[in-house]
């Protein structure tokens, strides 16, 4: 690695957590690499609309029947104006008033967005309703333990996703400890070179949505697989 580092530049810093990496000869370079240009500004966001969850929870919401589901969004951005396309509704409550003027500049009739203060929505002091086909993604500028422990009391949701639920492990154990089971989405998010996790908690997987077919833009495809034939 220190070959590699005087190779390039003497300006190039390895983050020291070497999480990503430690396994494998690969991901050492993967790391290795993306660093290297992120440092040096290549990675540019692109401007199309897209969520900041990791990209195997994305495909998780893709590959899932959610056109007659309502989204309860806590903190808006491109994930409200991209799963509006993928719920019936979008209810969106922000705390920044930036983010809410640009939301609300898109005027997409499936999304409702309010502007709240960080204490209303600590407390859960909004309205919306919930049903058997309600899912609410947590990823807002606030205290997400106090905010989810309020959603669990007063307003039980079947399916609750944290966005960077691997820093926190404190709301992770409070919903544990309500009978959610998680599913972690460990993946990199789009314009970042580090892995992190967008966590699904669900209470009762009888109530979770169907599946449909999806499938990555990326994959690969095996046309007439012998494994796979109906015998």
């Given amino acids: 690695m220190d070959y590699y580092k005087k190779f390039l530049s003497s300006d190039f810093t390895i983050p020291e957590d070497r999480s990503l990496y430690s396994t494998t000869d690969y991901w050492m370079m993967v790391s290795f690499l993306l660093n290297y240009y992120d440092n040096k500004n290549f ?10 969850l990791t990209y195997p929870f994305i495909s998780w919401v893709n590959s899932h029947e959610f056109s007659s589901w309502d989204l309860i969004e806590f903190g808006s951005g491109d994930s409200t104006l991209y799963f509006a396309s993928c719920f019936k509704q979008v209810y969106s409550f922000e705390t920044s008033k930036k983010y809410y003027d640009i939301i609300r500049s898109n005027n997409i009739k499936n999304v409702n967005i309010e502007l709240v203060s960080t204490n209303k929505l600590e407390q859960l002091e909004v309205n919306f309703e919930v049903s058997d086909n309600t899912i609410a993604i947590v990823d807002s500028a606030c205290n997400r333990f106090k905010l989810i422990k309020n959603l669990i009391l007063n307003k039980p949701i079947n399916i609750i996703v944290l966005d960077n639920s691997d820093n926190y492990k404190n709301t992770c154990s ?42 990555s833009c990326d994959h690969r495809i095996i046309p007439n697989n012998l494994w796979d034939r109906n015998v």
Avoid: A
């Avoid at 540019?44 to 900041?52: Q, Y």
């Avoid at 070179?193 to 599946?211: A, G, M, W, Y």
């Fill in 43 to 52: 990675f540019k966001k692109s401007k199309t609309m897209f969520p900041n």
């Fill in 174 to 215: 409070l919903l544990n400890s309500y009978d959610y089971k998680e599913i972690p989405f460990w993946g990199l998010k789009q314009g970042e070179h580090f892995e992190s996790c967008t966590s699904v908690f669900i209470r009762d997987f009888k109530k979770h949505p169907n599946s449909k077919l999806y499938r």
